[in-house]
Nanobody
Framework: QSQLVESGGGLVQPGGSLRLSCTAS????????IGWFRQAPGKEREGVAC????????DYADSVKGRFTISRDNAKNTVYLQMNSLKPEDTAVYYC?????????????????WGQGTEVTVSS
C-alpha cells in the first residue's frame, strides 16, 4: 500500500519546538511536491508550508513564516516540518500531502496521497 505517514506531534508549551516527519512508503517522494496542511476543530483546512519536488522552491503561510521550515531528505524518503516558537493558535491536526507535480498546490487540489495526520497541541 502506497501511503504517507506523519509523526512527531505531541504536547508542547508555547515557545517550544517540534519537528514533524512525513515518510512515504510504496513510492518515492522525489517526484512529488509536498505540502503541510493543518486543521483545527471548527476551522477550515489551511496550507502551512510546501516544497517543490526539486526542493528548490519553498512557500509558507504568512502565519508561520519565520517560525516554520520545510525540508526534504530524499535519501530517507521523508519531508520535515520544523516548527519553532510555537503558539497556541498552532494547535491542530497536521497533515502532509503529495502531488505528482513540480510546484506546490493548495489544499483543494486533488493530491495523490494524504497522510492520516498527527496532532499538535500547544498549551501551558
Amino acid at each position: 500500500q502506497s501511503q504517507l505517514v506523519e509523526s512527531g506531534g505531541g504536547l508542547v508549551q508555547p515557545g517550544g519546538s517540534l519537528r514533524l516527519s512525513c515518510t512515504a512508503s510504496g513510492f518515492t517522494l522525489d517526484a512529488y511536491a509536498i505540502g503541510w496542511f493543518r486543521q483545527a476543530p471548527g476551522k477550515e483546512r489551511e496550507g502551512v508550508a510546501c516544497i517543490s519536488s526539486s526542493g528548490e522552491y519553498l512557500d509558507y503561510a504568512d502565519s508561520v513564516k519565520g517560525r516554520f521550515t520545510i525540508s526534504r531528505d530524499n535519501a530517507k524518503n521523508t519531508v520535515y516540518l520544523q516548527m519553532n516558537s510555537l503558539k497556541p493558535e498552532d494547535t491542530a491536526v497536521y497533515y502532509c500531502a503529495a502531488a505528482y507535480l513540480y510546484y506546490c498546490v493548495g489544499p483543494d487540489y486533488e493530491h495523490d496521497y494524504w497522510g492520516q495526520g498527527t496532532e499538535v497541541t500547544v498549551s501551558s
